[in-house]
C-alpha cells in the first residue's frame, strides 16, 4: 500500500522568511494531493491541493509543487506569519488517503 | 455557518466501558469519515460511510463501531474491545464518497482513567 513520509518533523523560521515541507510518496499511482493545518486543540483545515496532471499551484502565501517522476510533492510558504504556526499534513490519494506523520512549524516573531 | 460539530471535547472511560462520540454535520455532505490520531503518527482511518445505512471498516476498525442513520450523524462507539483507546478522534466529511475528507471536525480527546 501506500506510505507518505514527511520531512522535516519540526521547523522553525523567522516571521518574513520561506518555509518548505516536503513529502515523498511510494504508490506511483497517486493521483491527489493535499495538504493540511492543524492548529492546536482543532481539526485539520485542507488549505491546497494538487492533482497529478499538474506541476504547481499557487494560492497566495503557499504554493504546492509536484514531482511524479521523483513521487514527491512540496508545500511552500512565503513570508510567513506567527498564525502559520500550526502542523501541517501532507497526504497521498489512491483509491485510500494517506497521511504524512505531519511537520508542526513555529514561525518566530 | 456550515461545519462539522463533535462533542464531547474531551472524554474519559473506564475500564470495560463503551463510550461513544457524537458527529454531526449540516454541509449536507454525503460521506462521513472517523480517524484517530496519535502523536507523531499520520490519521489513520477507522471507519466511513459514504451513503446512510451504509458503512465500511477502514485500517484500524477493531474495537469500533459506528452506525449511519441520518445523513447528518455519524457516531463512533469505542467499545472494551479496543486495548488502546487513549488518543485524538477525527470526525470528517467530504460532499461525496470519493474518500478524500474535505472538511474535519475539532476532535474528540479519550483518555483512560
Known amino acids: 500500500g501506500e506510505n507518505v513520509e514527511q520531512h522535516p518533523s519540526t521547523l522553525s523560521v523567522q516571521e518574513g522568511d520561506s518555509a518548505v515541507i516536503k513529502c515523498t510518496y511510494s504508490?506511483?499511482?497517486?493521483?491527489?494531493f493535499p495538504w493540511y493545518k492543524q492548529e492546536l486543540g482543532k481539526g485539520p483545515q485542507l488549505i491546497i491541493d494538487?492533482?497529478?496532471?499538474?506541476g504547481e499551484k499557487k494560492d497566495q502565501r503557499i504554493a504546492v509543487t509536484l514531482n511524479k517522476t521523483a513521487k514527491h510533492f512540496s508545500l511552500h510558504i512565503t513570508e510567513t506569519q506567527p498564525e502559520d504556526s500550526a502542523v501541517y499534513f501532507c497526504?497521498?490519494?489512491?483509491?485510500?488517503?494517506?497521511f504524512g506523520a505531519g511537520t508542526r512549524l513555529t514561525v518566530k516573531p | 455557518d456550515g461545519g462539522i460539530t463533535q462533542s464531547p471535547k474531551y472524554l474519559f472511560r473506564k475500564e470495560g466501558q463503551n463510550v461513544t462520540l457524537s458527529c454531526e454535520q449540516n454541509?449536507?455532505?454525503?460521506?462521513m469519515y472517523w480517524y484517530r490520531q496519535d502523536p507523531g503518527q499520520g490519521l489513520r482511518l477507522i471507519y466511513y460511510?459514504?451513503?446512510?445505512?451504509?458503512?465500511q471498516k477502514g485500517d484500524i476498525a477493531e474495537g469500533y463501531s459506528v452506525s449511519r442513520e441520518k445523513k447528518e450523524s455519524f457516531p463512533l462507539t469505542v467499545t472494551s474491545a479496543q486495548k488502546n483507546p487513549t488518543a485524538f478522534y477525527l470526525c470528517?466529511?467530504?460532499?461525496?464518497?470519493?474518500?478524500?475528507?474535505?472538511?474535519f471536525g475539532d476532535g474528540t480527546r479519550l483518555s483512560i482513567l
Open positions: 460511510s459514504q451513503i446512510v445505512n451504509d458503512f
Open positions: 497526504a497521498a490519494f489512491n483509491n485510500d488517503m494517506r
Open positions: 470528517a466529511s467530504s460532499r461525496t464518497g470519493d474518500r478524500q475528507p474535505q472538511h
Open positions: 504508490d506511483s499511482a497517486s493521483n491527489y
Open positions: 454541509l449536507n455532505h454525503d460521506a
Open positions: 494538487i492533482r497529478s496532471n499538474v
